[in-house]
């Protein structure tokens, strides 16, 4: 384990403060209800899109959730307190974001409400030749400038005015080496750092991205998470991966790493306003994990928040 080199940062007075809910795991239908028990976890994550279908009317698309799945998805949850993480909101596009997903979220928090919500830092439309928003296909990271700050600080500020919850942004993995940065951003982690310094939004620390990308382009994972601003950090993601075409991939199909496991451990008592670590896993891979080891991510995370978690501020402002 690493030394400690840095003291703790105190609390911003902007942090959106979240109840502390301890350790949680995404919610994944064909998985037995018997992990979803209190006695396992503490709260669920769901991704909205997965409870709903896509339809387009025209150029209008509409997003709407499918009364069954989300059925299912409150009975298998039962009293849990959930928290919303996002995949299609699309925050950094330059013309507009998908006003359709948040169209499905305030009906979805009319029905089920949640403690918090949480994005991706990055874009995944463009305008089309008609001006409508044309999927690129996958999520791609931002550049860091200026105007990409304003623009996602005063849109993460509309959110957590619509939704009256803490608003956080994911740090994202990527592929792409030498993105552009203004020199007083510098690169990414300089990046979500202004976004979240005075904004209105806290961070989703995902461990396994920082791994990846610290992997991919050669950084010490390790001295990237002294410059974060950790009194903003307020969910932590843990998930695994694997080896593909030379690069570690963002799978979430597996076990976590022991690094990533490693970097949770240095990195949670360094976080004051932590309220959750969520492990993360893709439906398409849960069933080849067997309950057994999924419970035993779980318990290994809830071990790891005991043993390491200062008591700190967070609650709900």
């Keep these: 384990m690493r030394s400690v080199s840095s003291a703790l940062r105190p ?44 339809r387009r ?16 998805a409150r009975e298998i949850c039962g009293e849990l307190p959930i928290a919303i993480h996002g995949v299609e909101l699309s925050i950094g596009s330059a013309l507009h974001w998908n006003d359709y997903y948040l169209d499905m979220l305030d ?5 089920w409400p949640f403690h918090w ?11 089309g030749d008609d001006q409508a928003p044309l999927s690129i296909g996958v999520p791609l990271p931002l550049p860091g400038t200026t105007e990409v700050v304003n623009l996602v600080k005063a849109r993460a500020g ?36 202004a976004i979240t310094e005075d904004g209105d939004c806290g961070q989703l620390l995902d461990l396994h991205n ?9 950084f010490d994972a390790f001295a990237a998470v002294e410059r974060i601003k950790l ?5 932590v993601h843990v998930a695994g991966g694997r080896w593909e075409d030379g690069y570690w991939m963002d799978t979430h199909d597996g076990c976590v790493p ?8 240095y990195s949670l008592p360094r976080c004051p306003n932590i309220a959750g670590i969520v492990f993360e896993l893709l439906n398409y891979y849960a069933t080849k994990m067997t309950v057994d080891s999924i419970a035993g991510e779980l318990m290994r995370a809830r071990q790891i928040w005991r043993s390491n978690r200062r008591p700190g501020l967070a609650k709900e402002p």
């Design 158 to 193: 509309t959110i957590r005015r619509r939704y009256g919850v803490p608003f956080l942004l994911e740090n994202p993995a990527h592929f792409l080496a030498g993105l552009a940065h203004e020199p007083e951003i510098g690169d990414e982690v300089g990046l979500m750092a």
């Design 231 to 235: 009194d903003r950090v307020i969910e």
């Design 117 to 127: 919500h949480s994005e991706h830092l990055t874009y995944q439309t463009i305008p």
């Design 258 to 265: 022991a690094p990533v496991w490693d970097l949770l451990d």
């Design 210 to 218: 920082l791994y990846c990308n610290a992997v991919n382009h050669g």
């Design 11 to 54: 609390a911003s007075e902007h942090v959106a403060f979240a109840n502390v809910l301890g350790i949680g795991f995404s919610y994944i239908s064909t998985l037995p209800a018997d992990l979803y028990r209190p006695e396992l976890i503490d709260f669920v994550e769901i991704t909205p899109e997965m409870l709903c279908r896509t």
């Design 107 to 111: 009906r979805f928090q009319a029905i």
């Design 57 to 72: 009317d025209g150029a209008v698309l509409s997003m709407d959730l499918v009364p069954d799945k989300l059925g299912r």
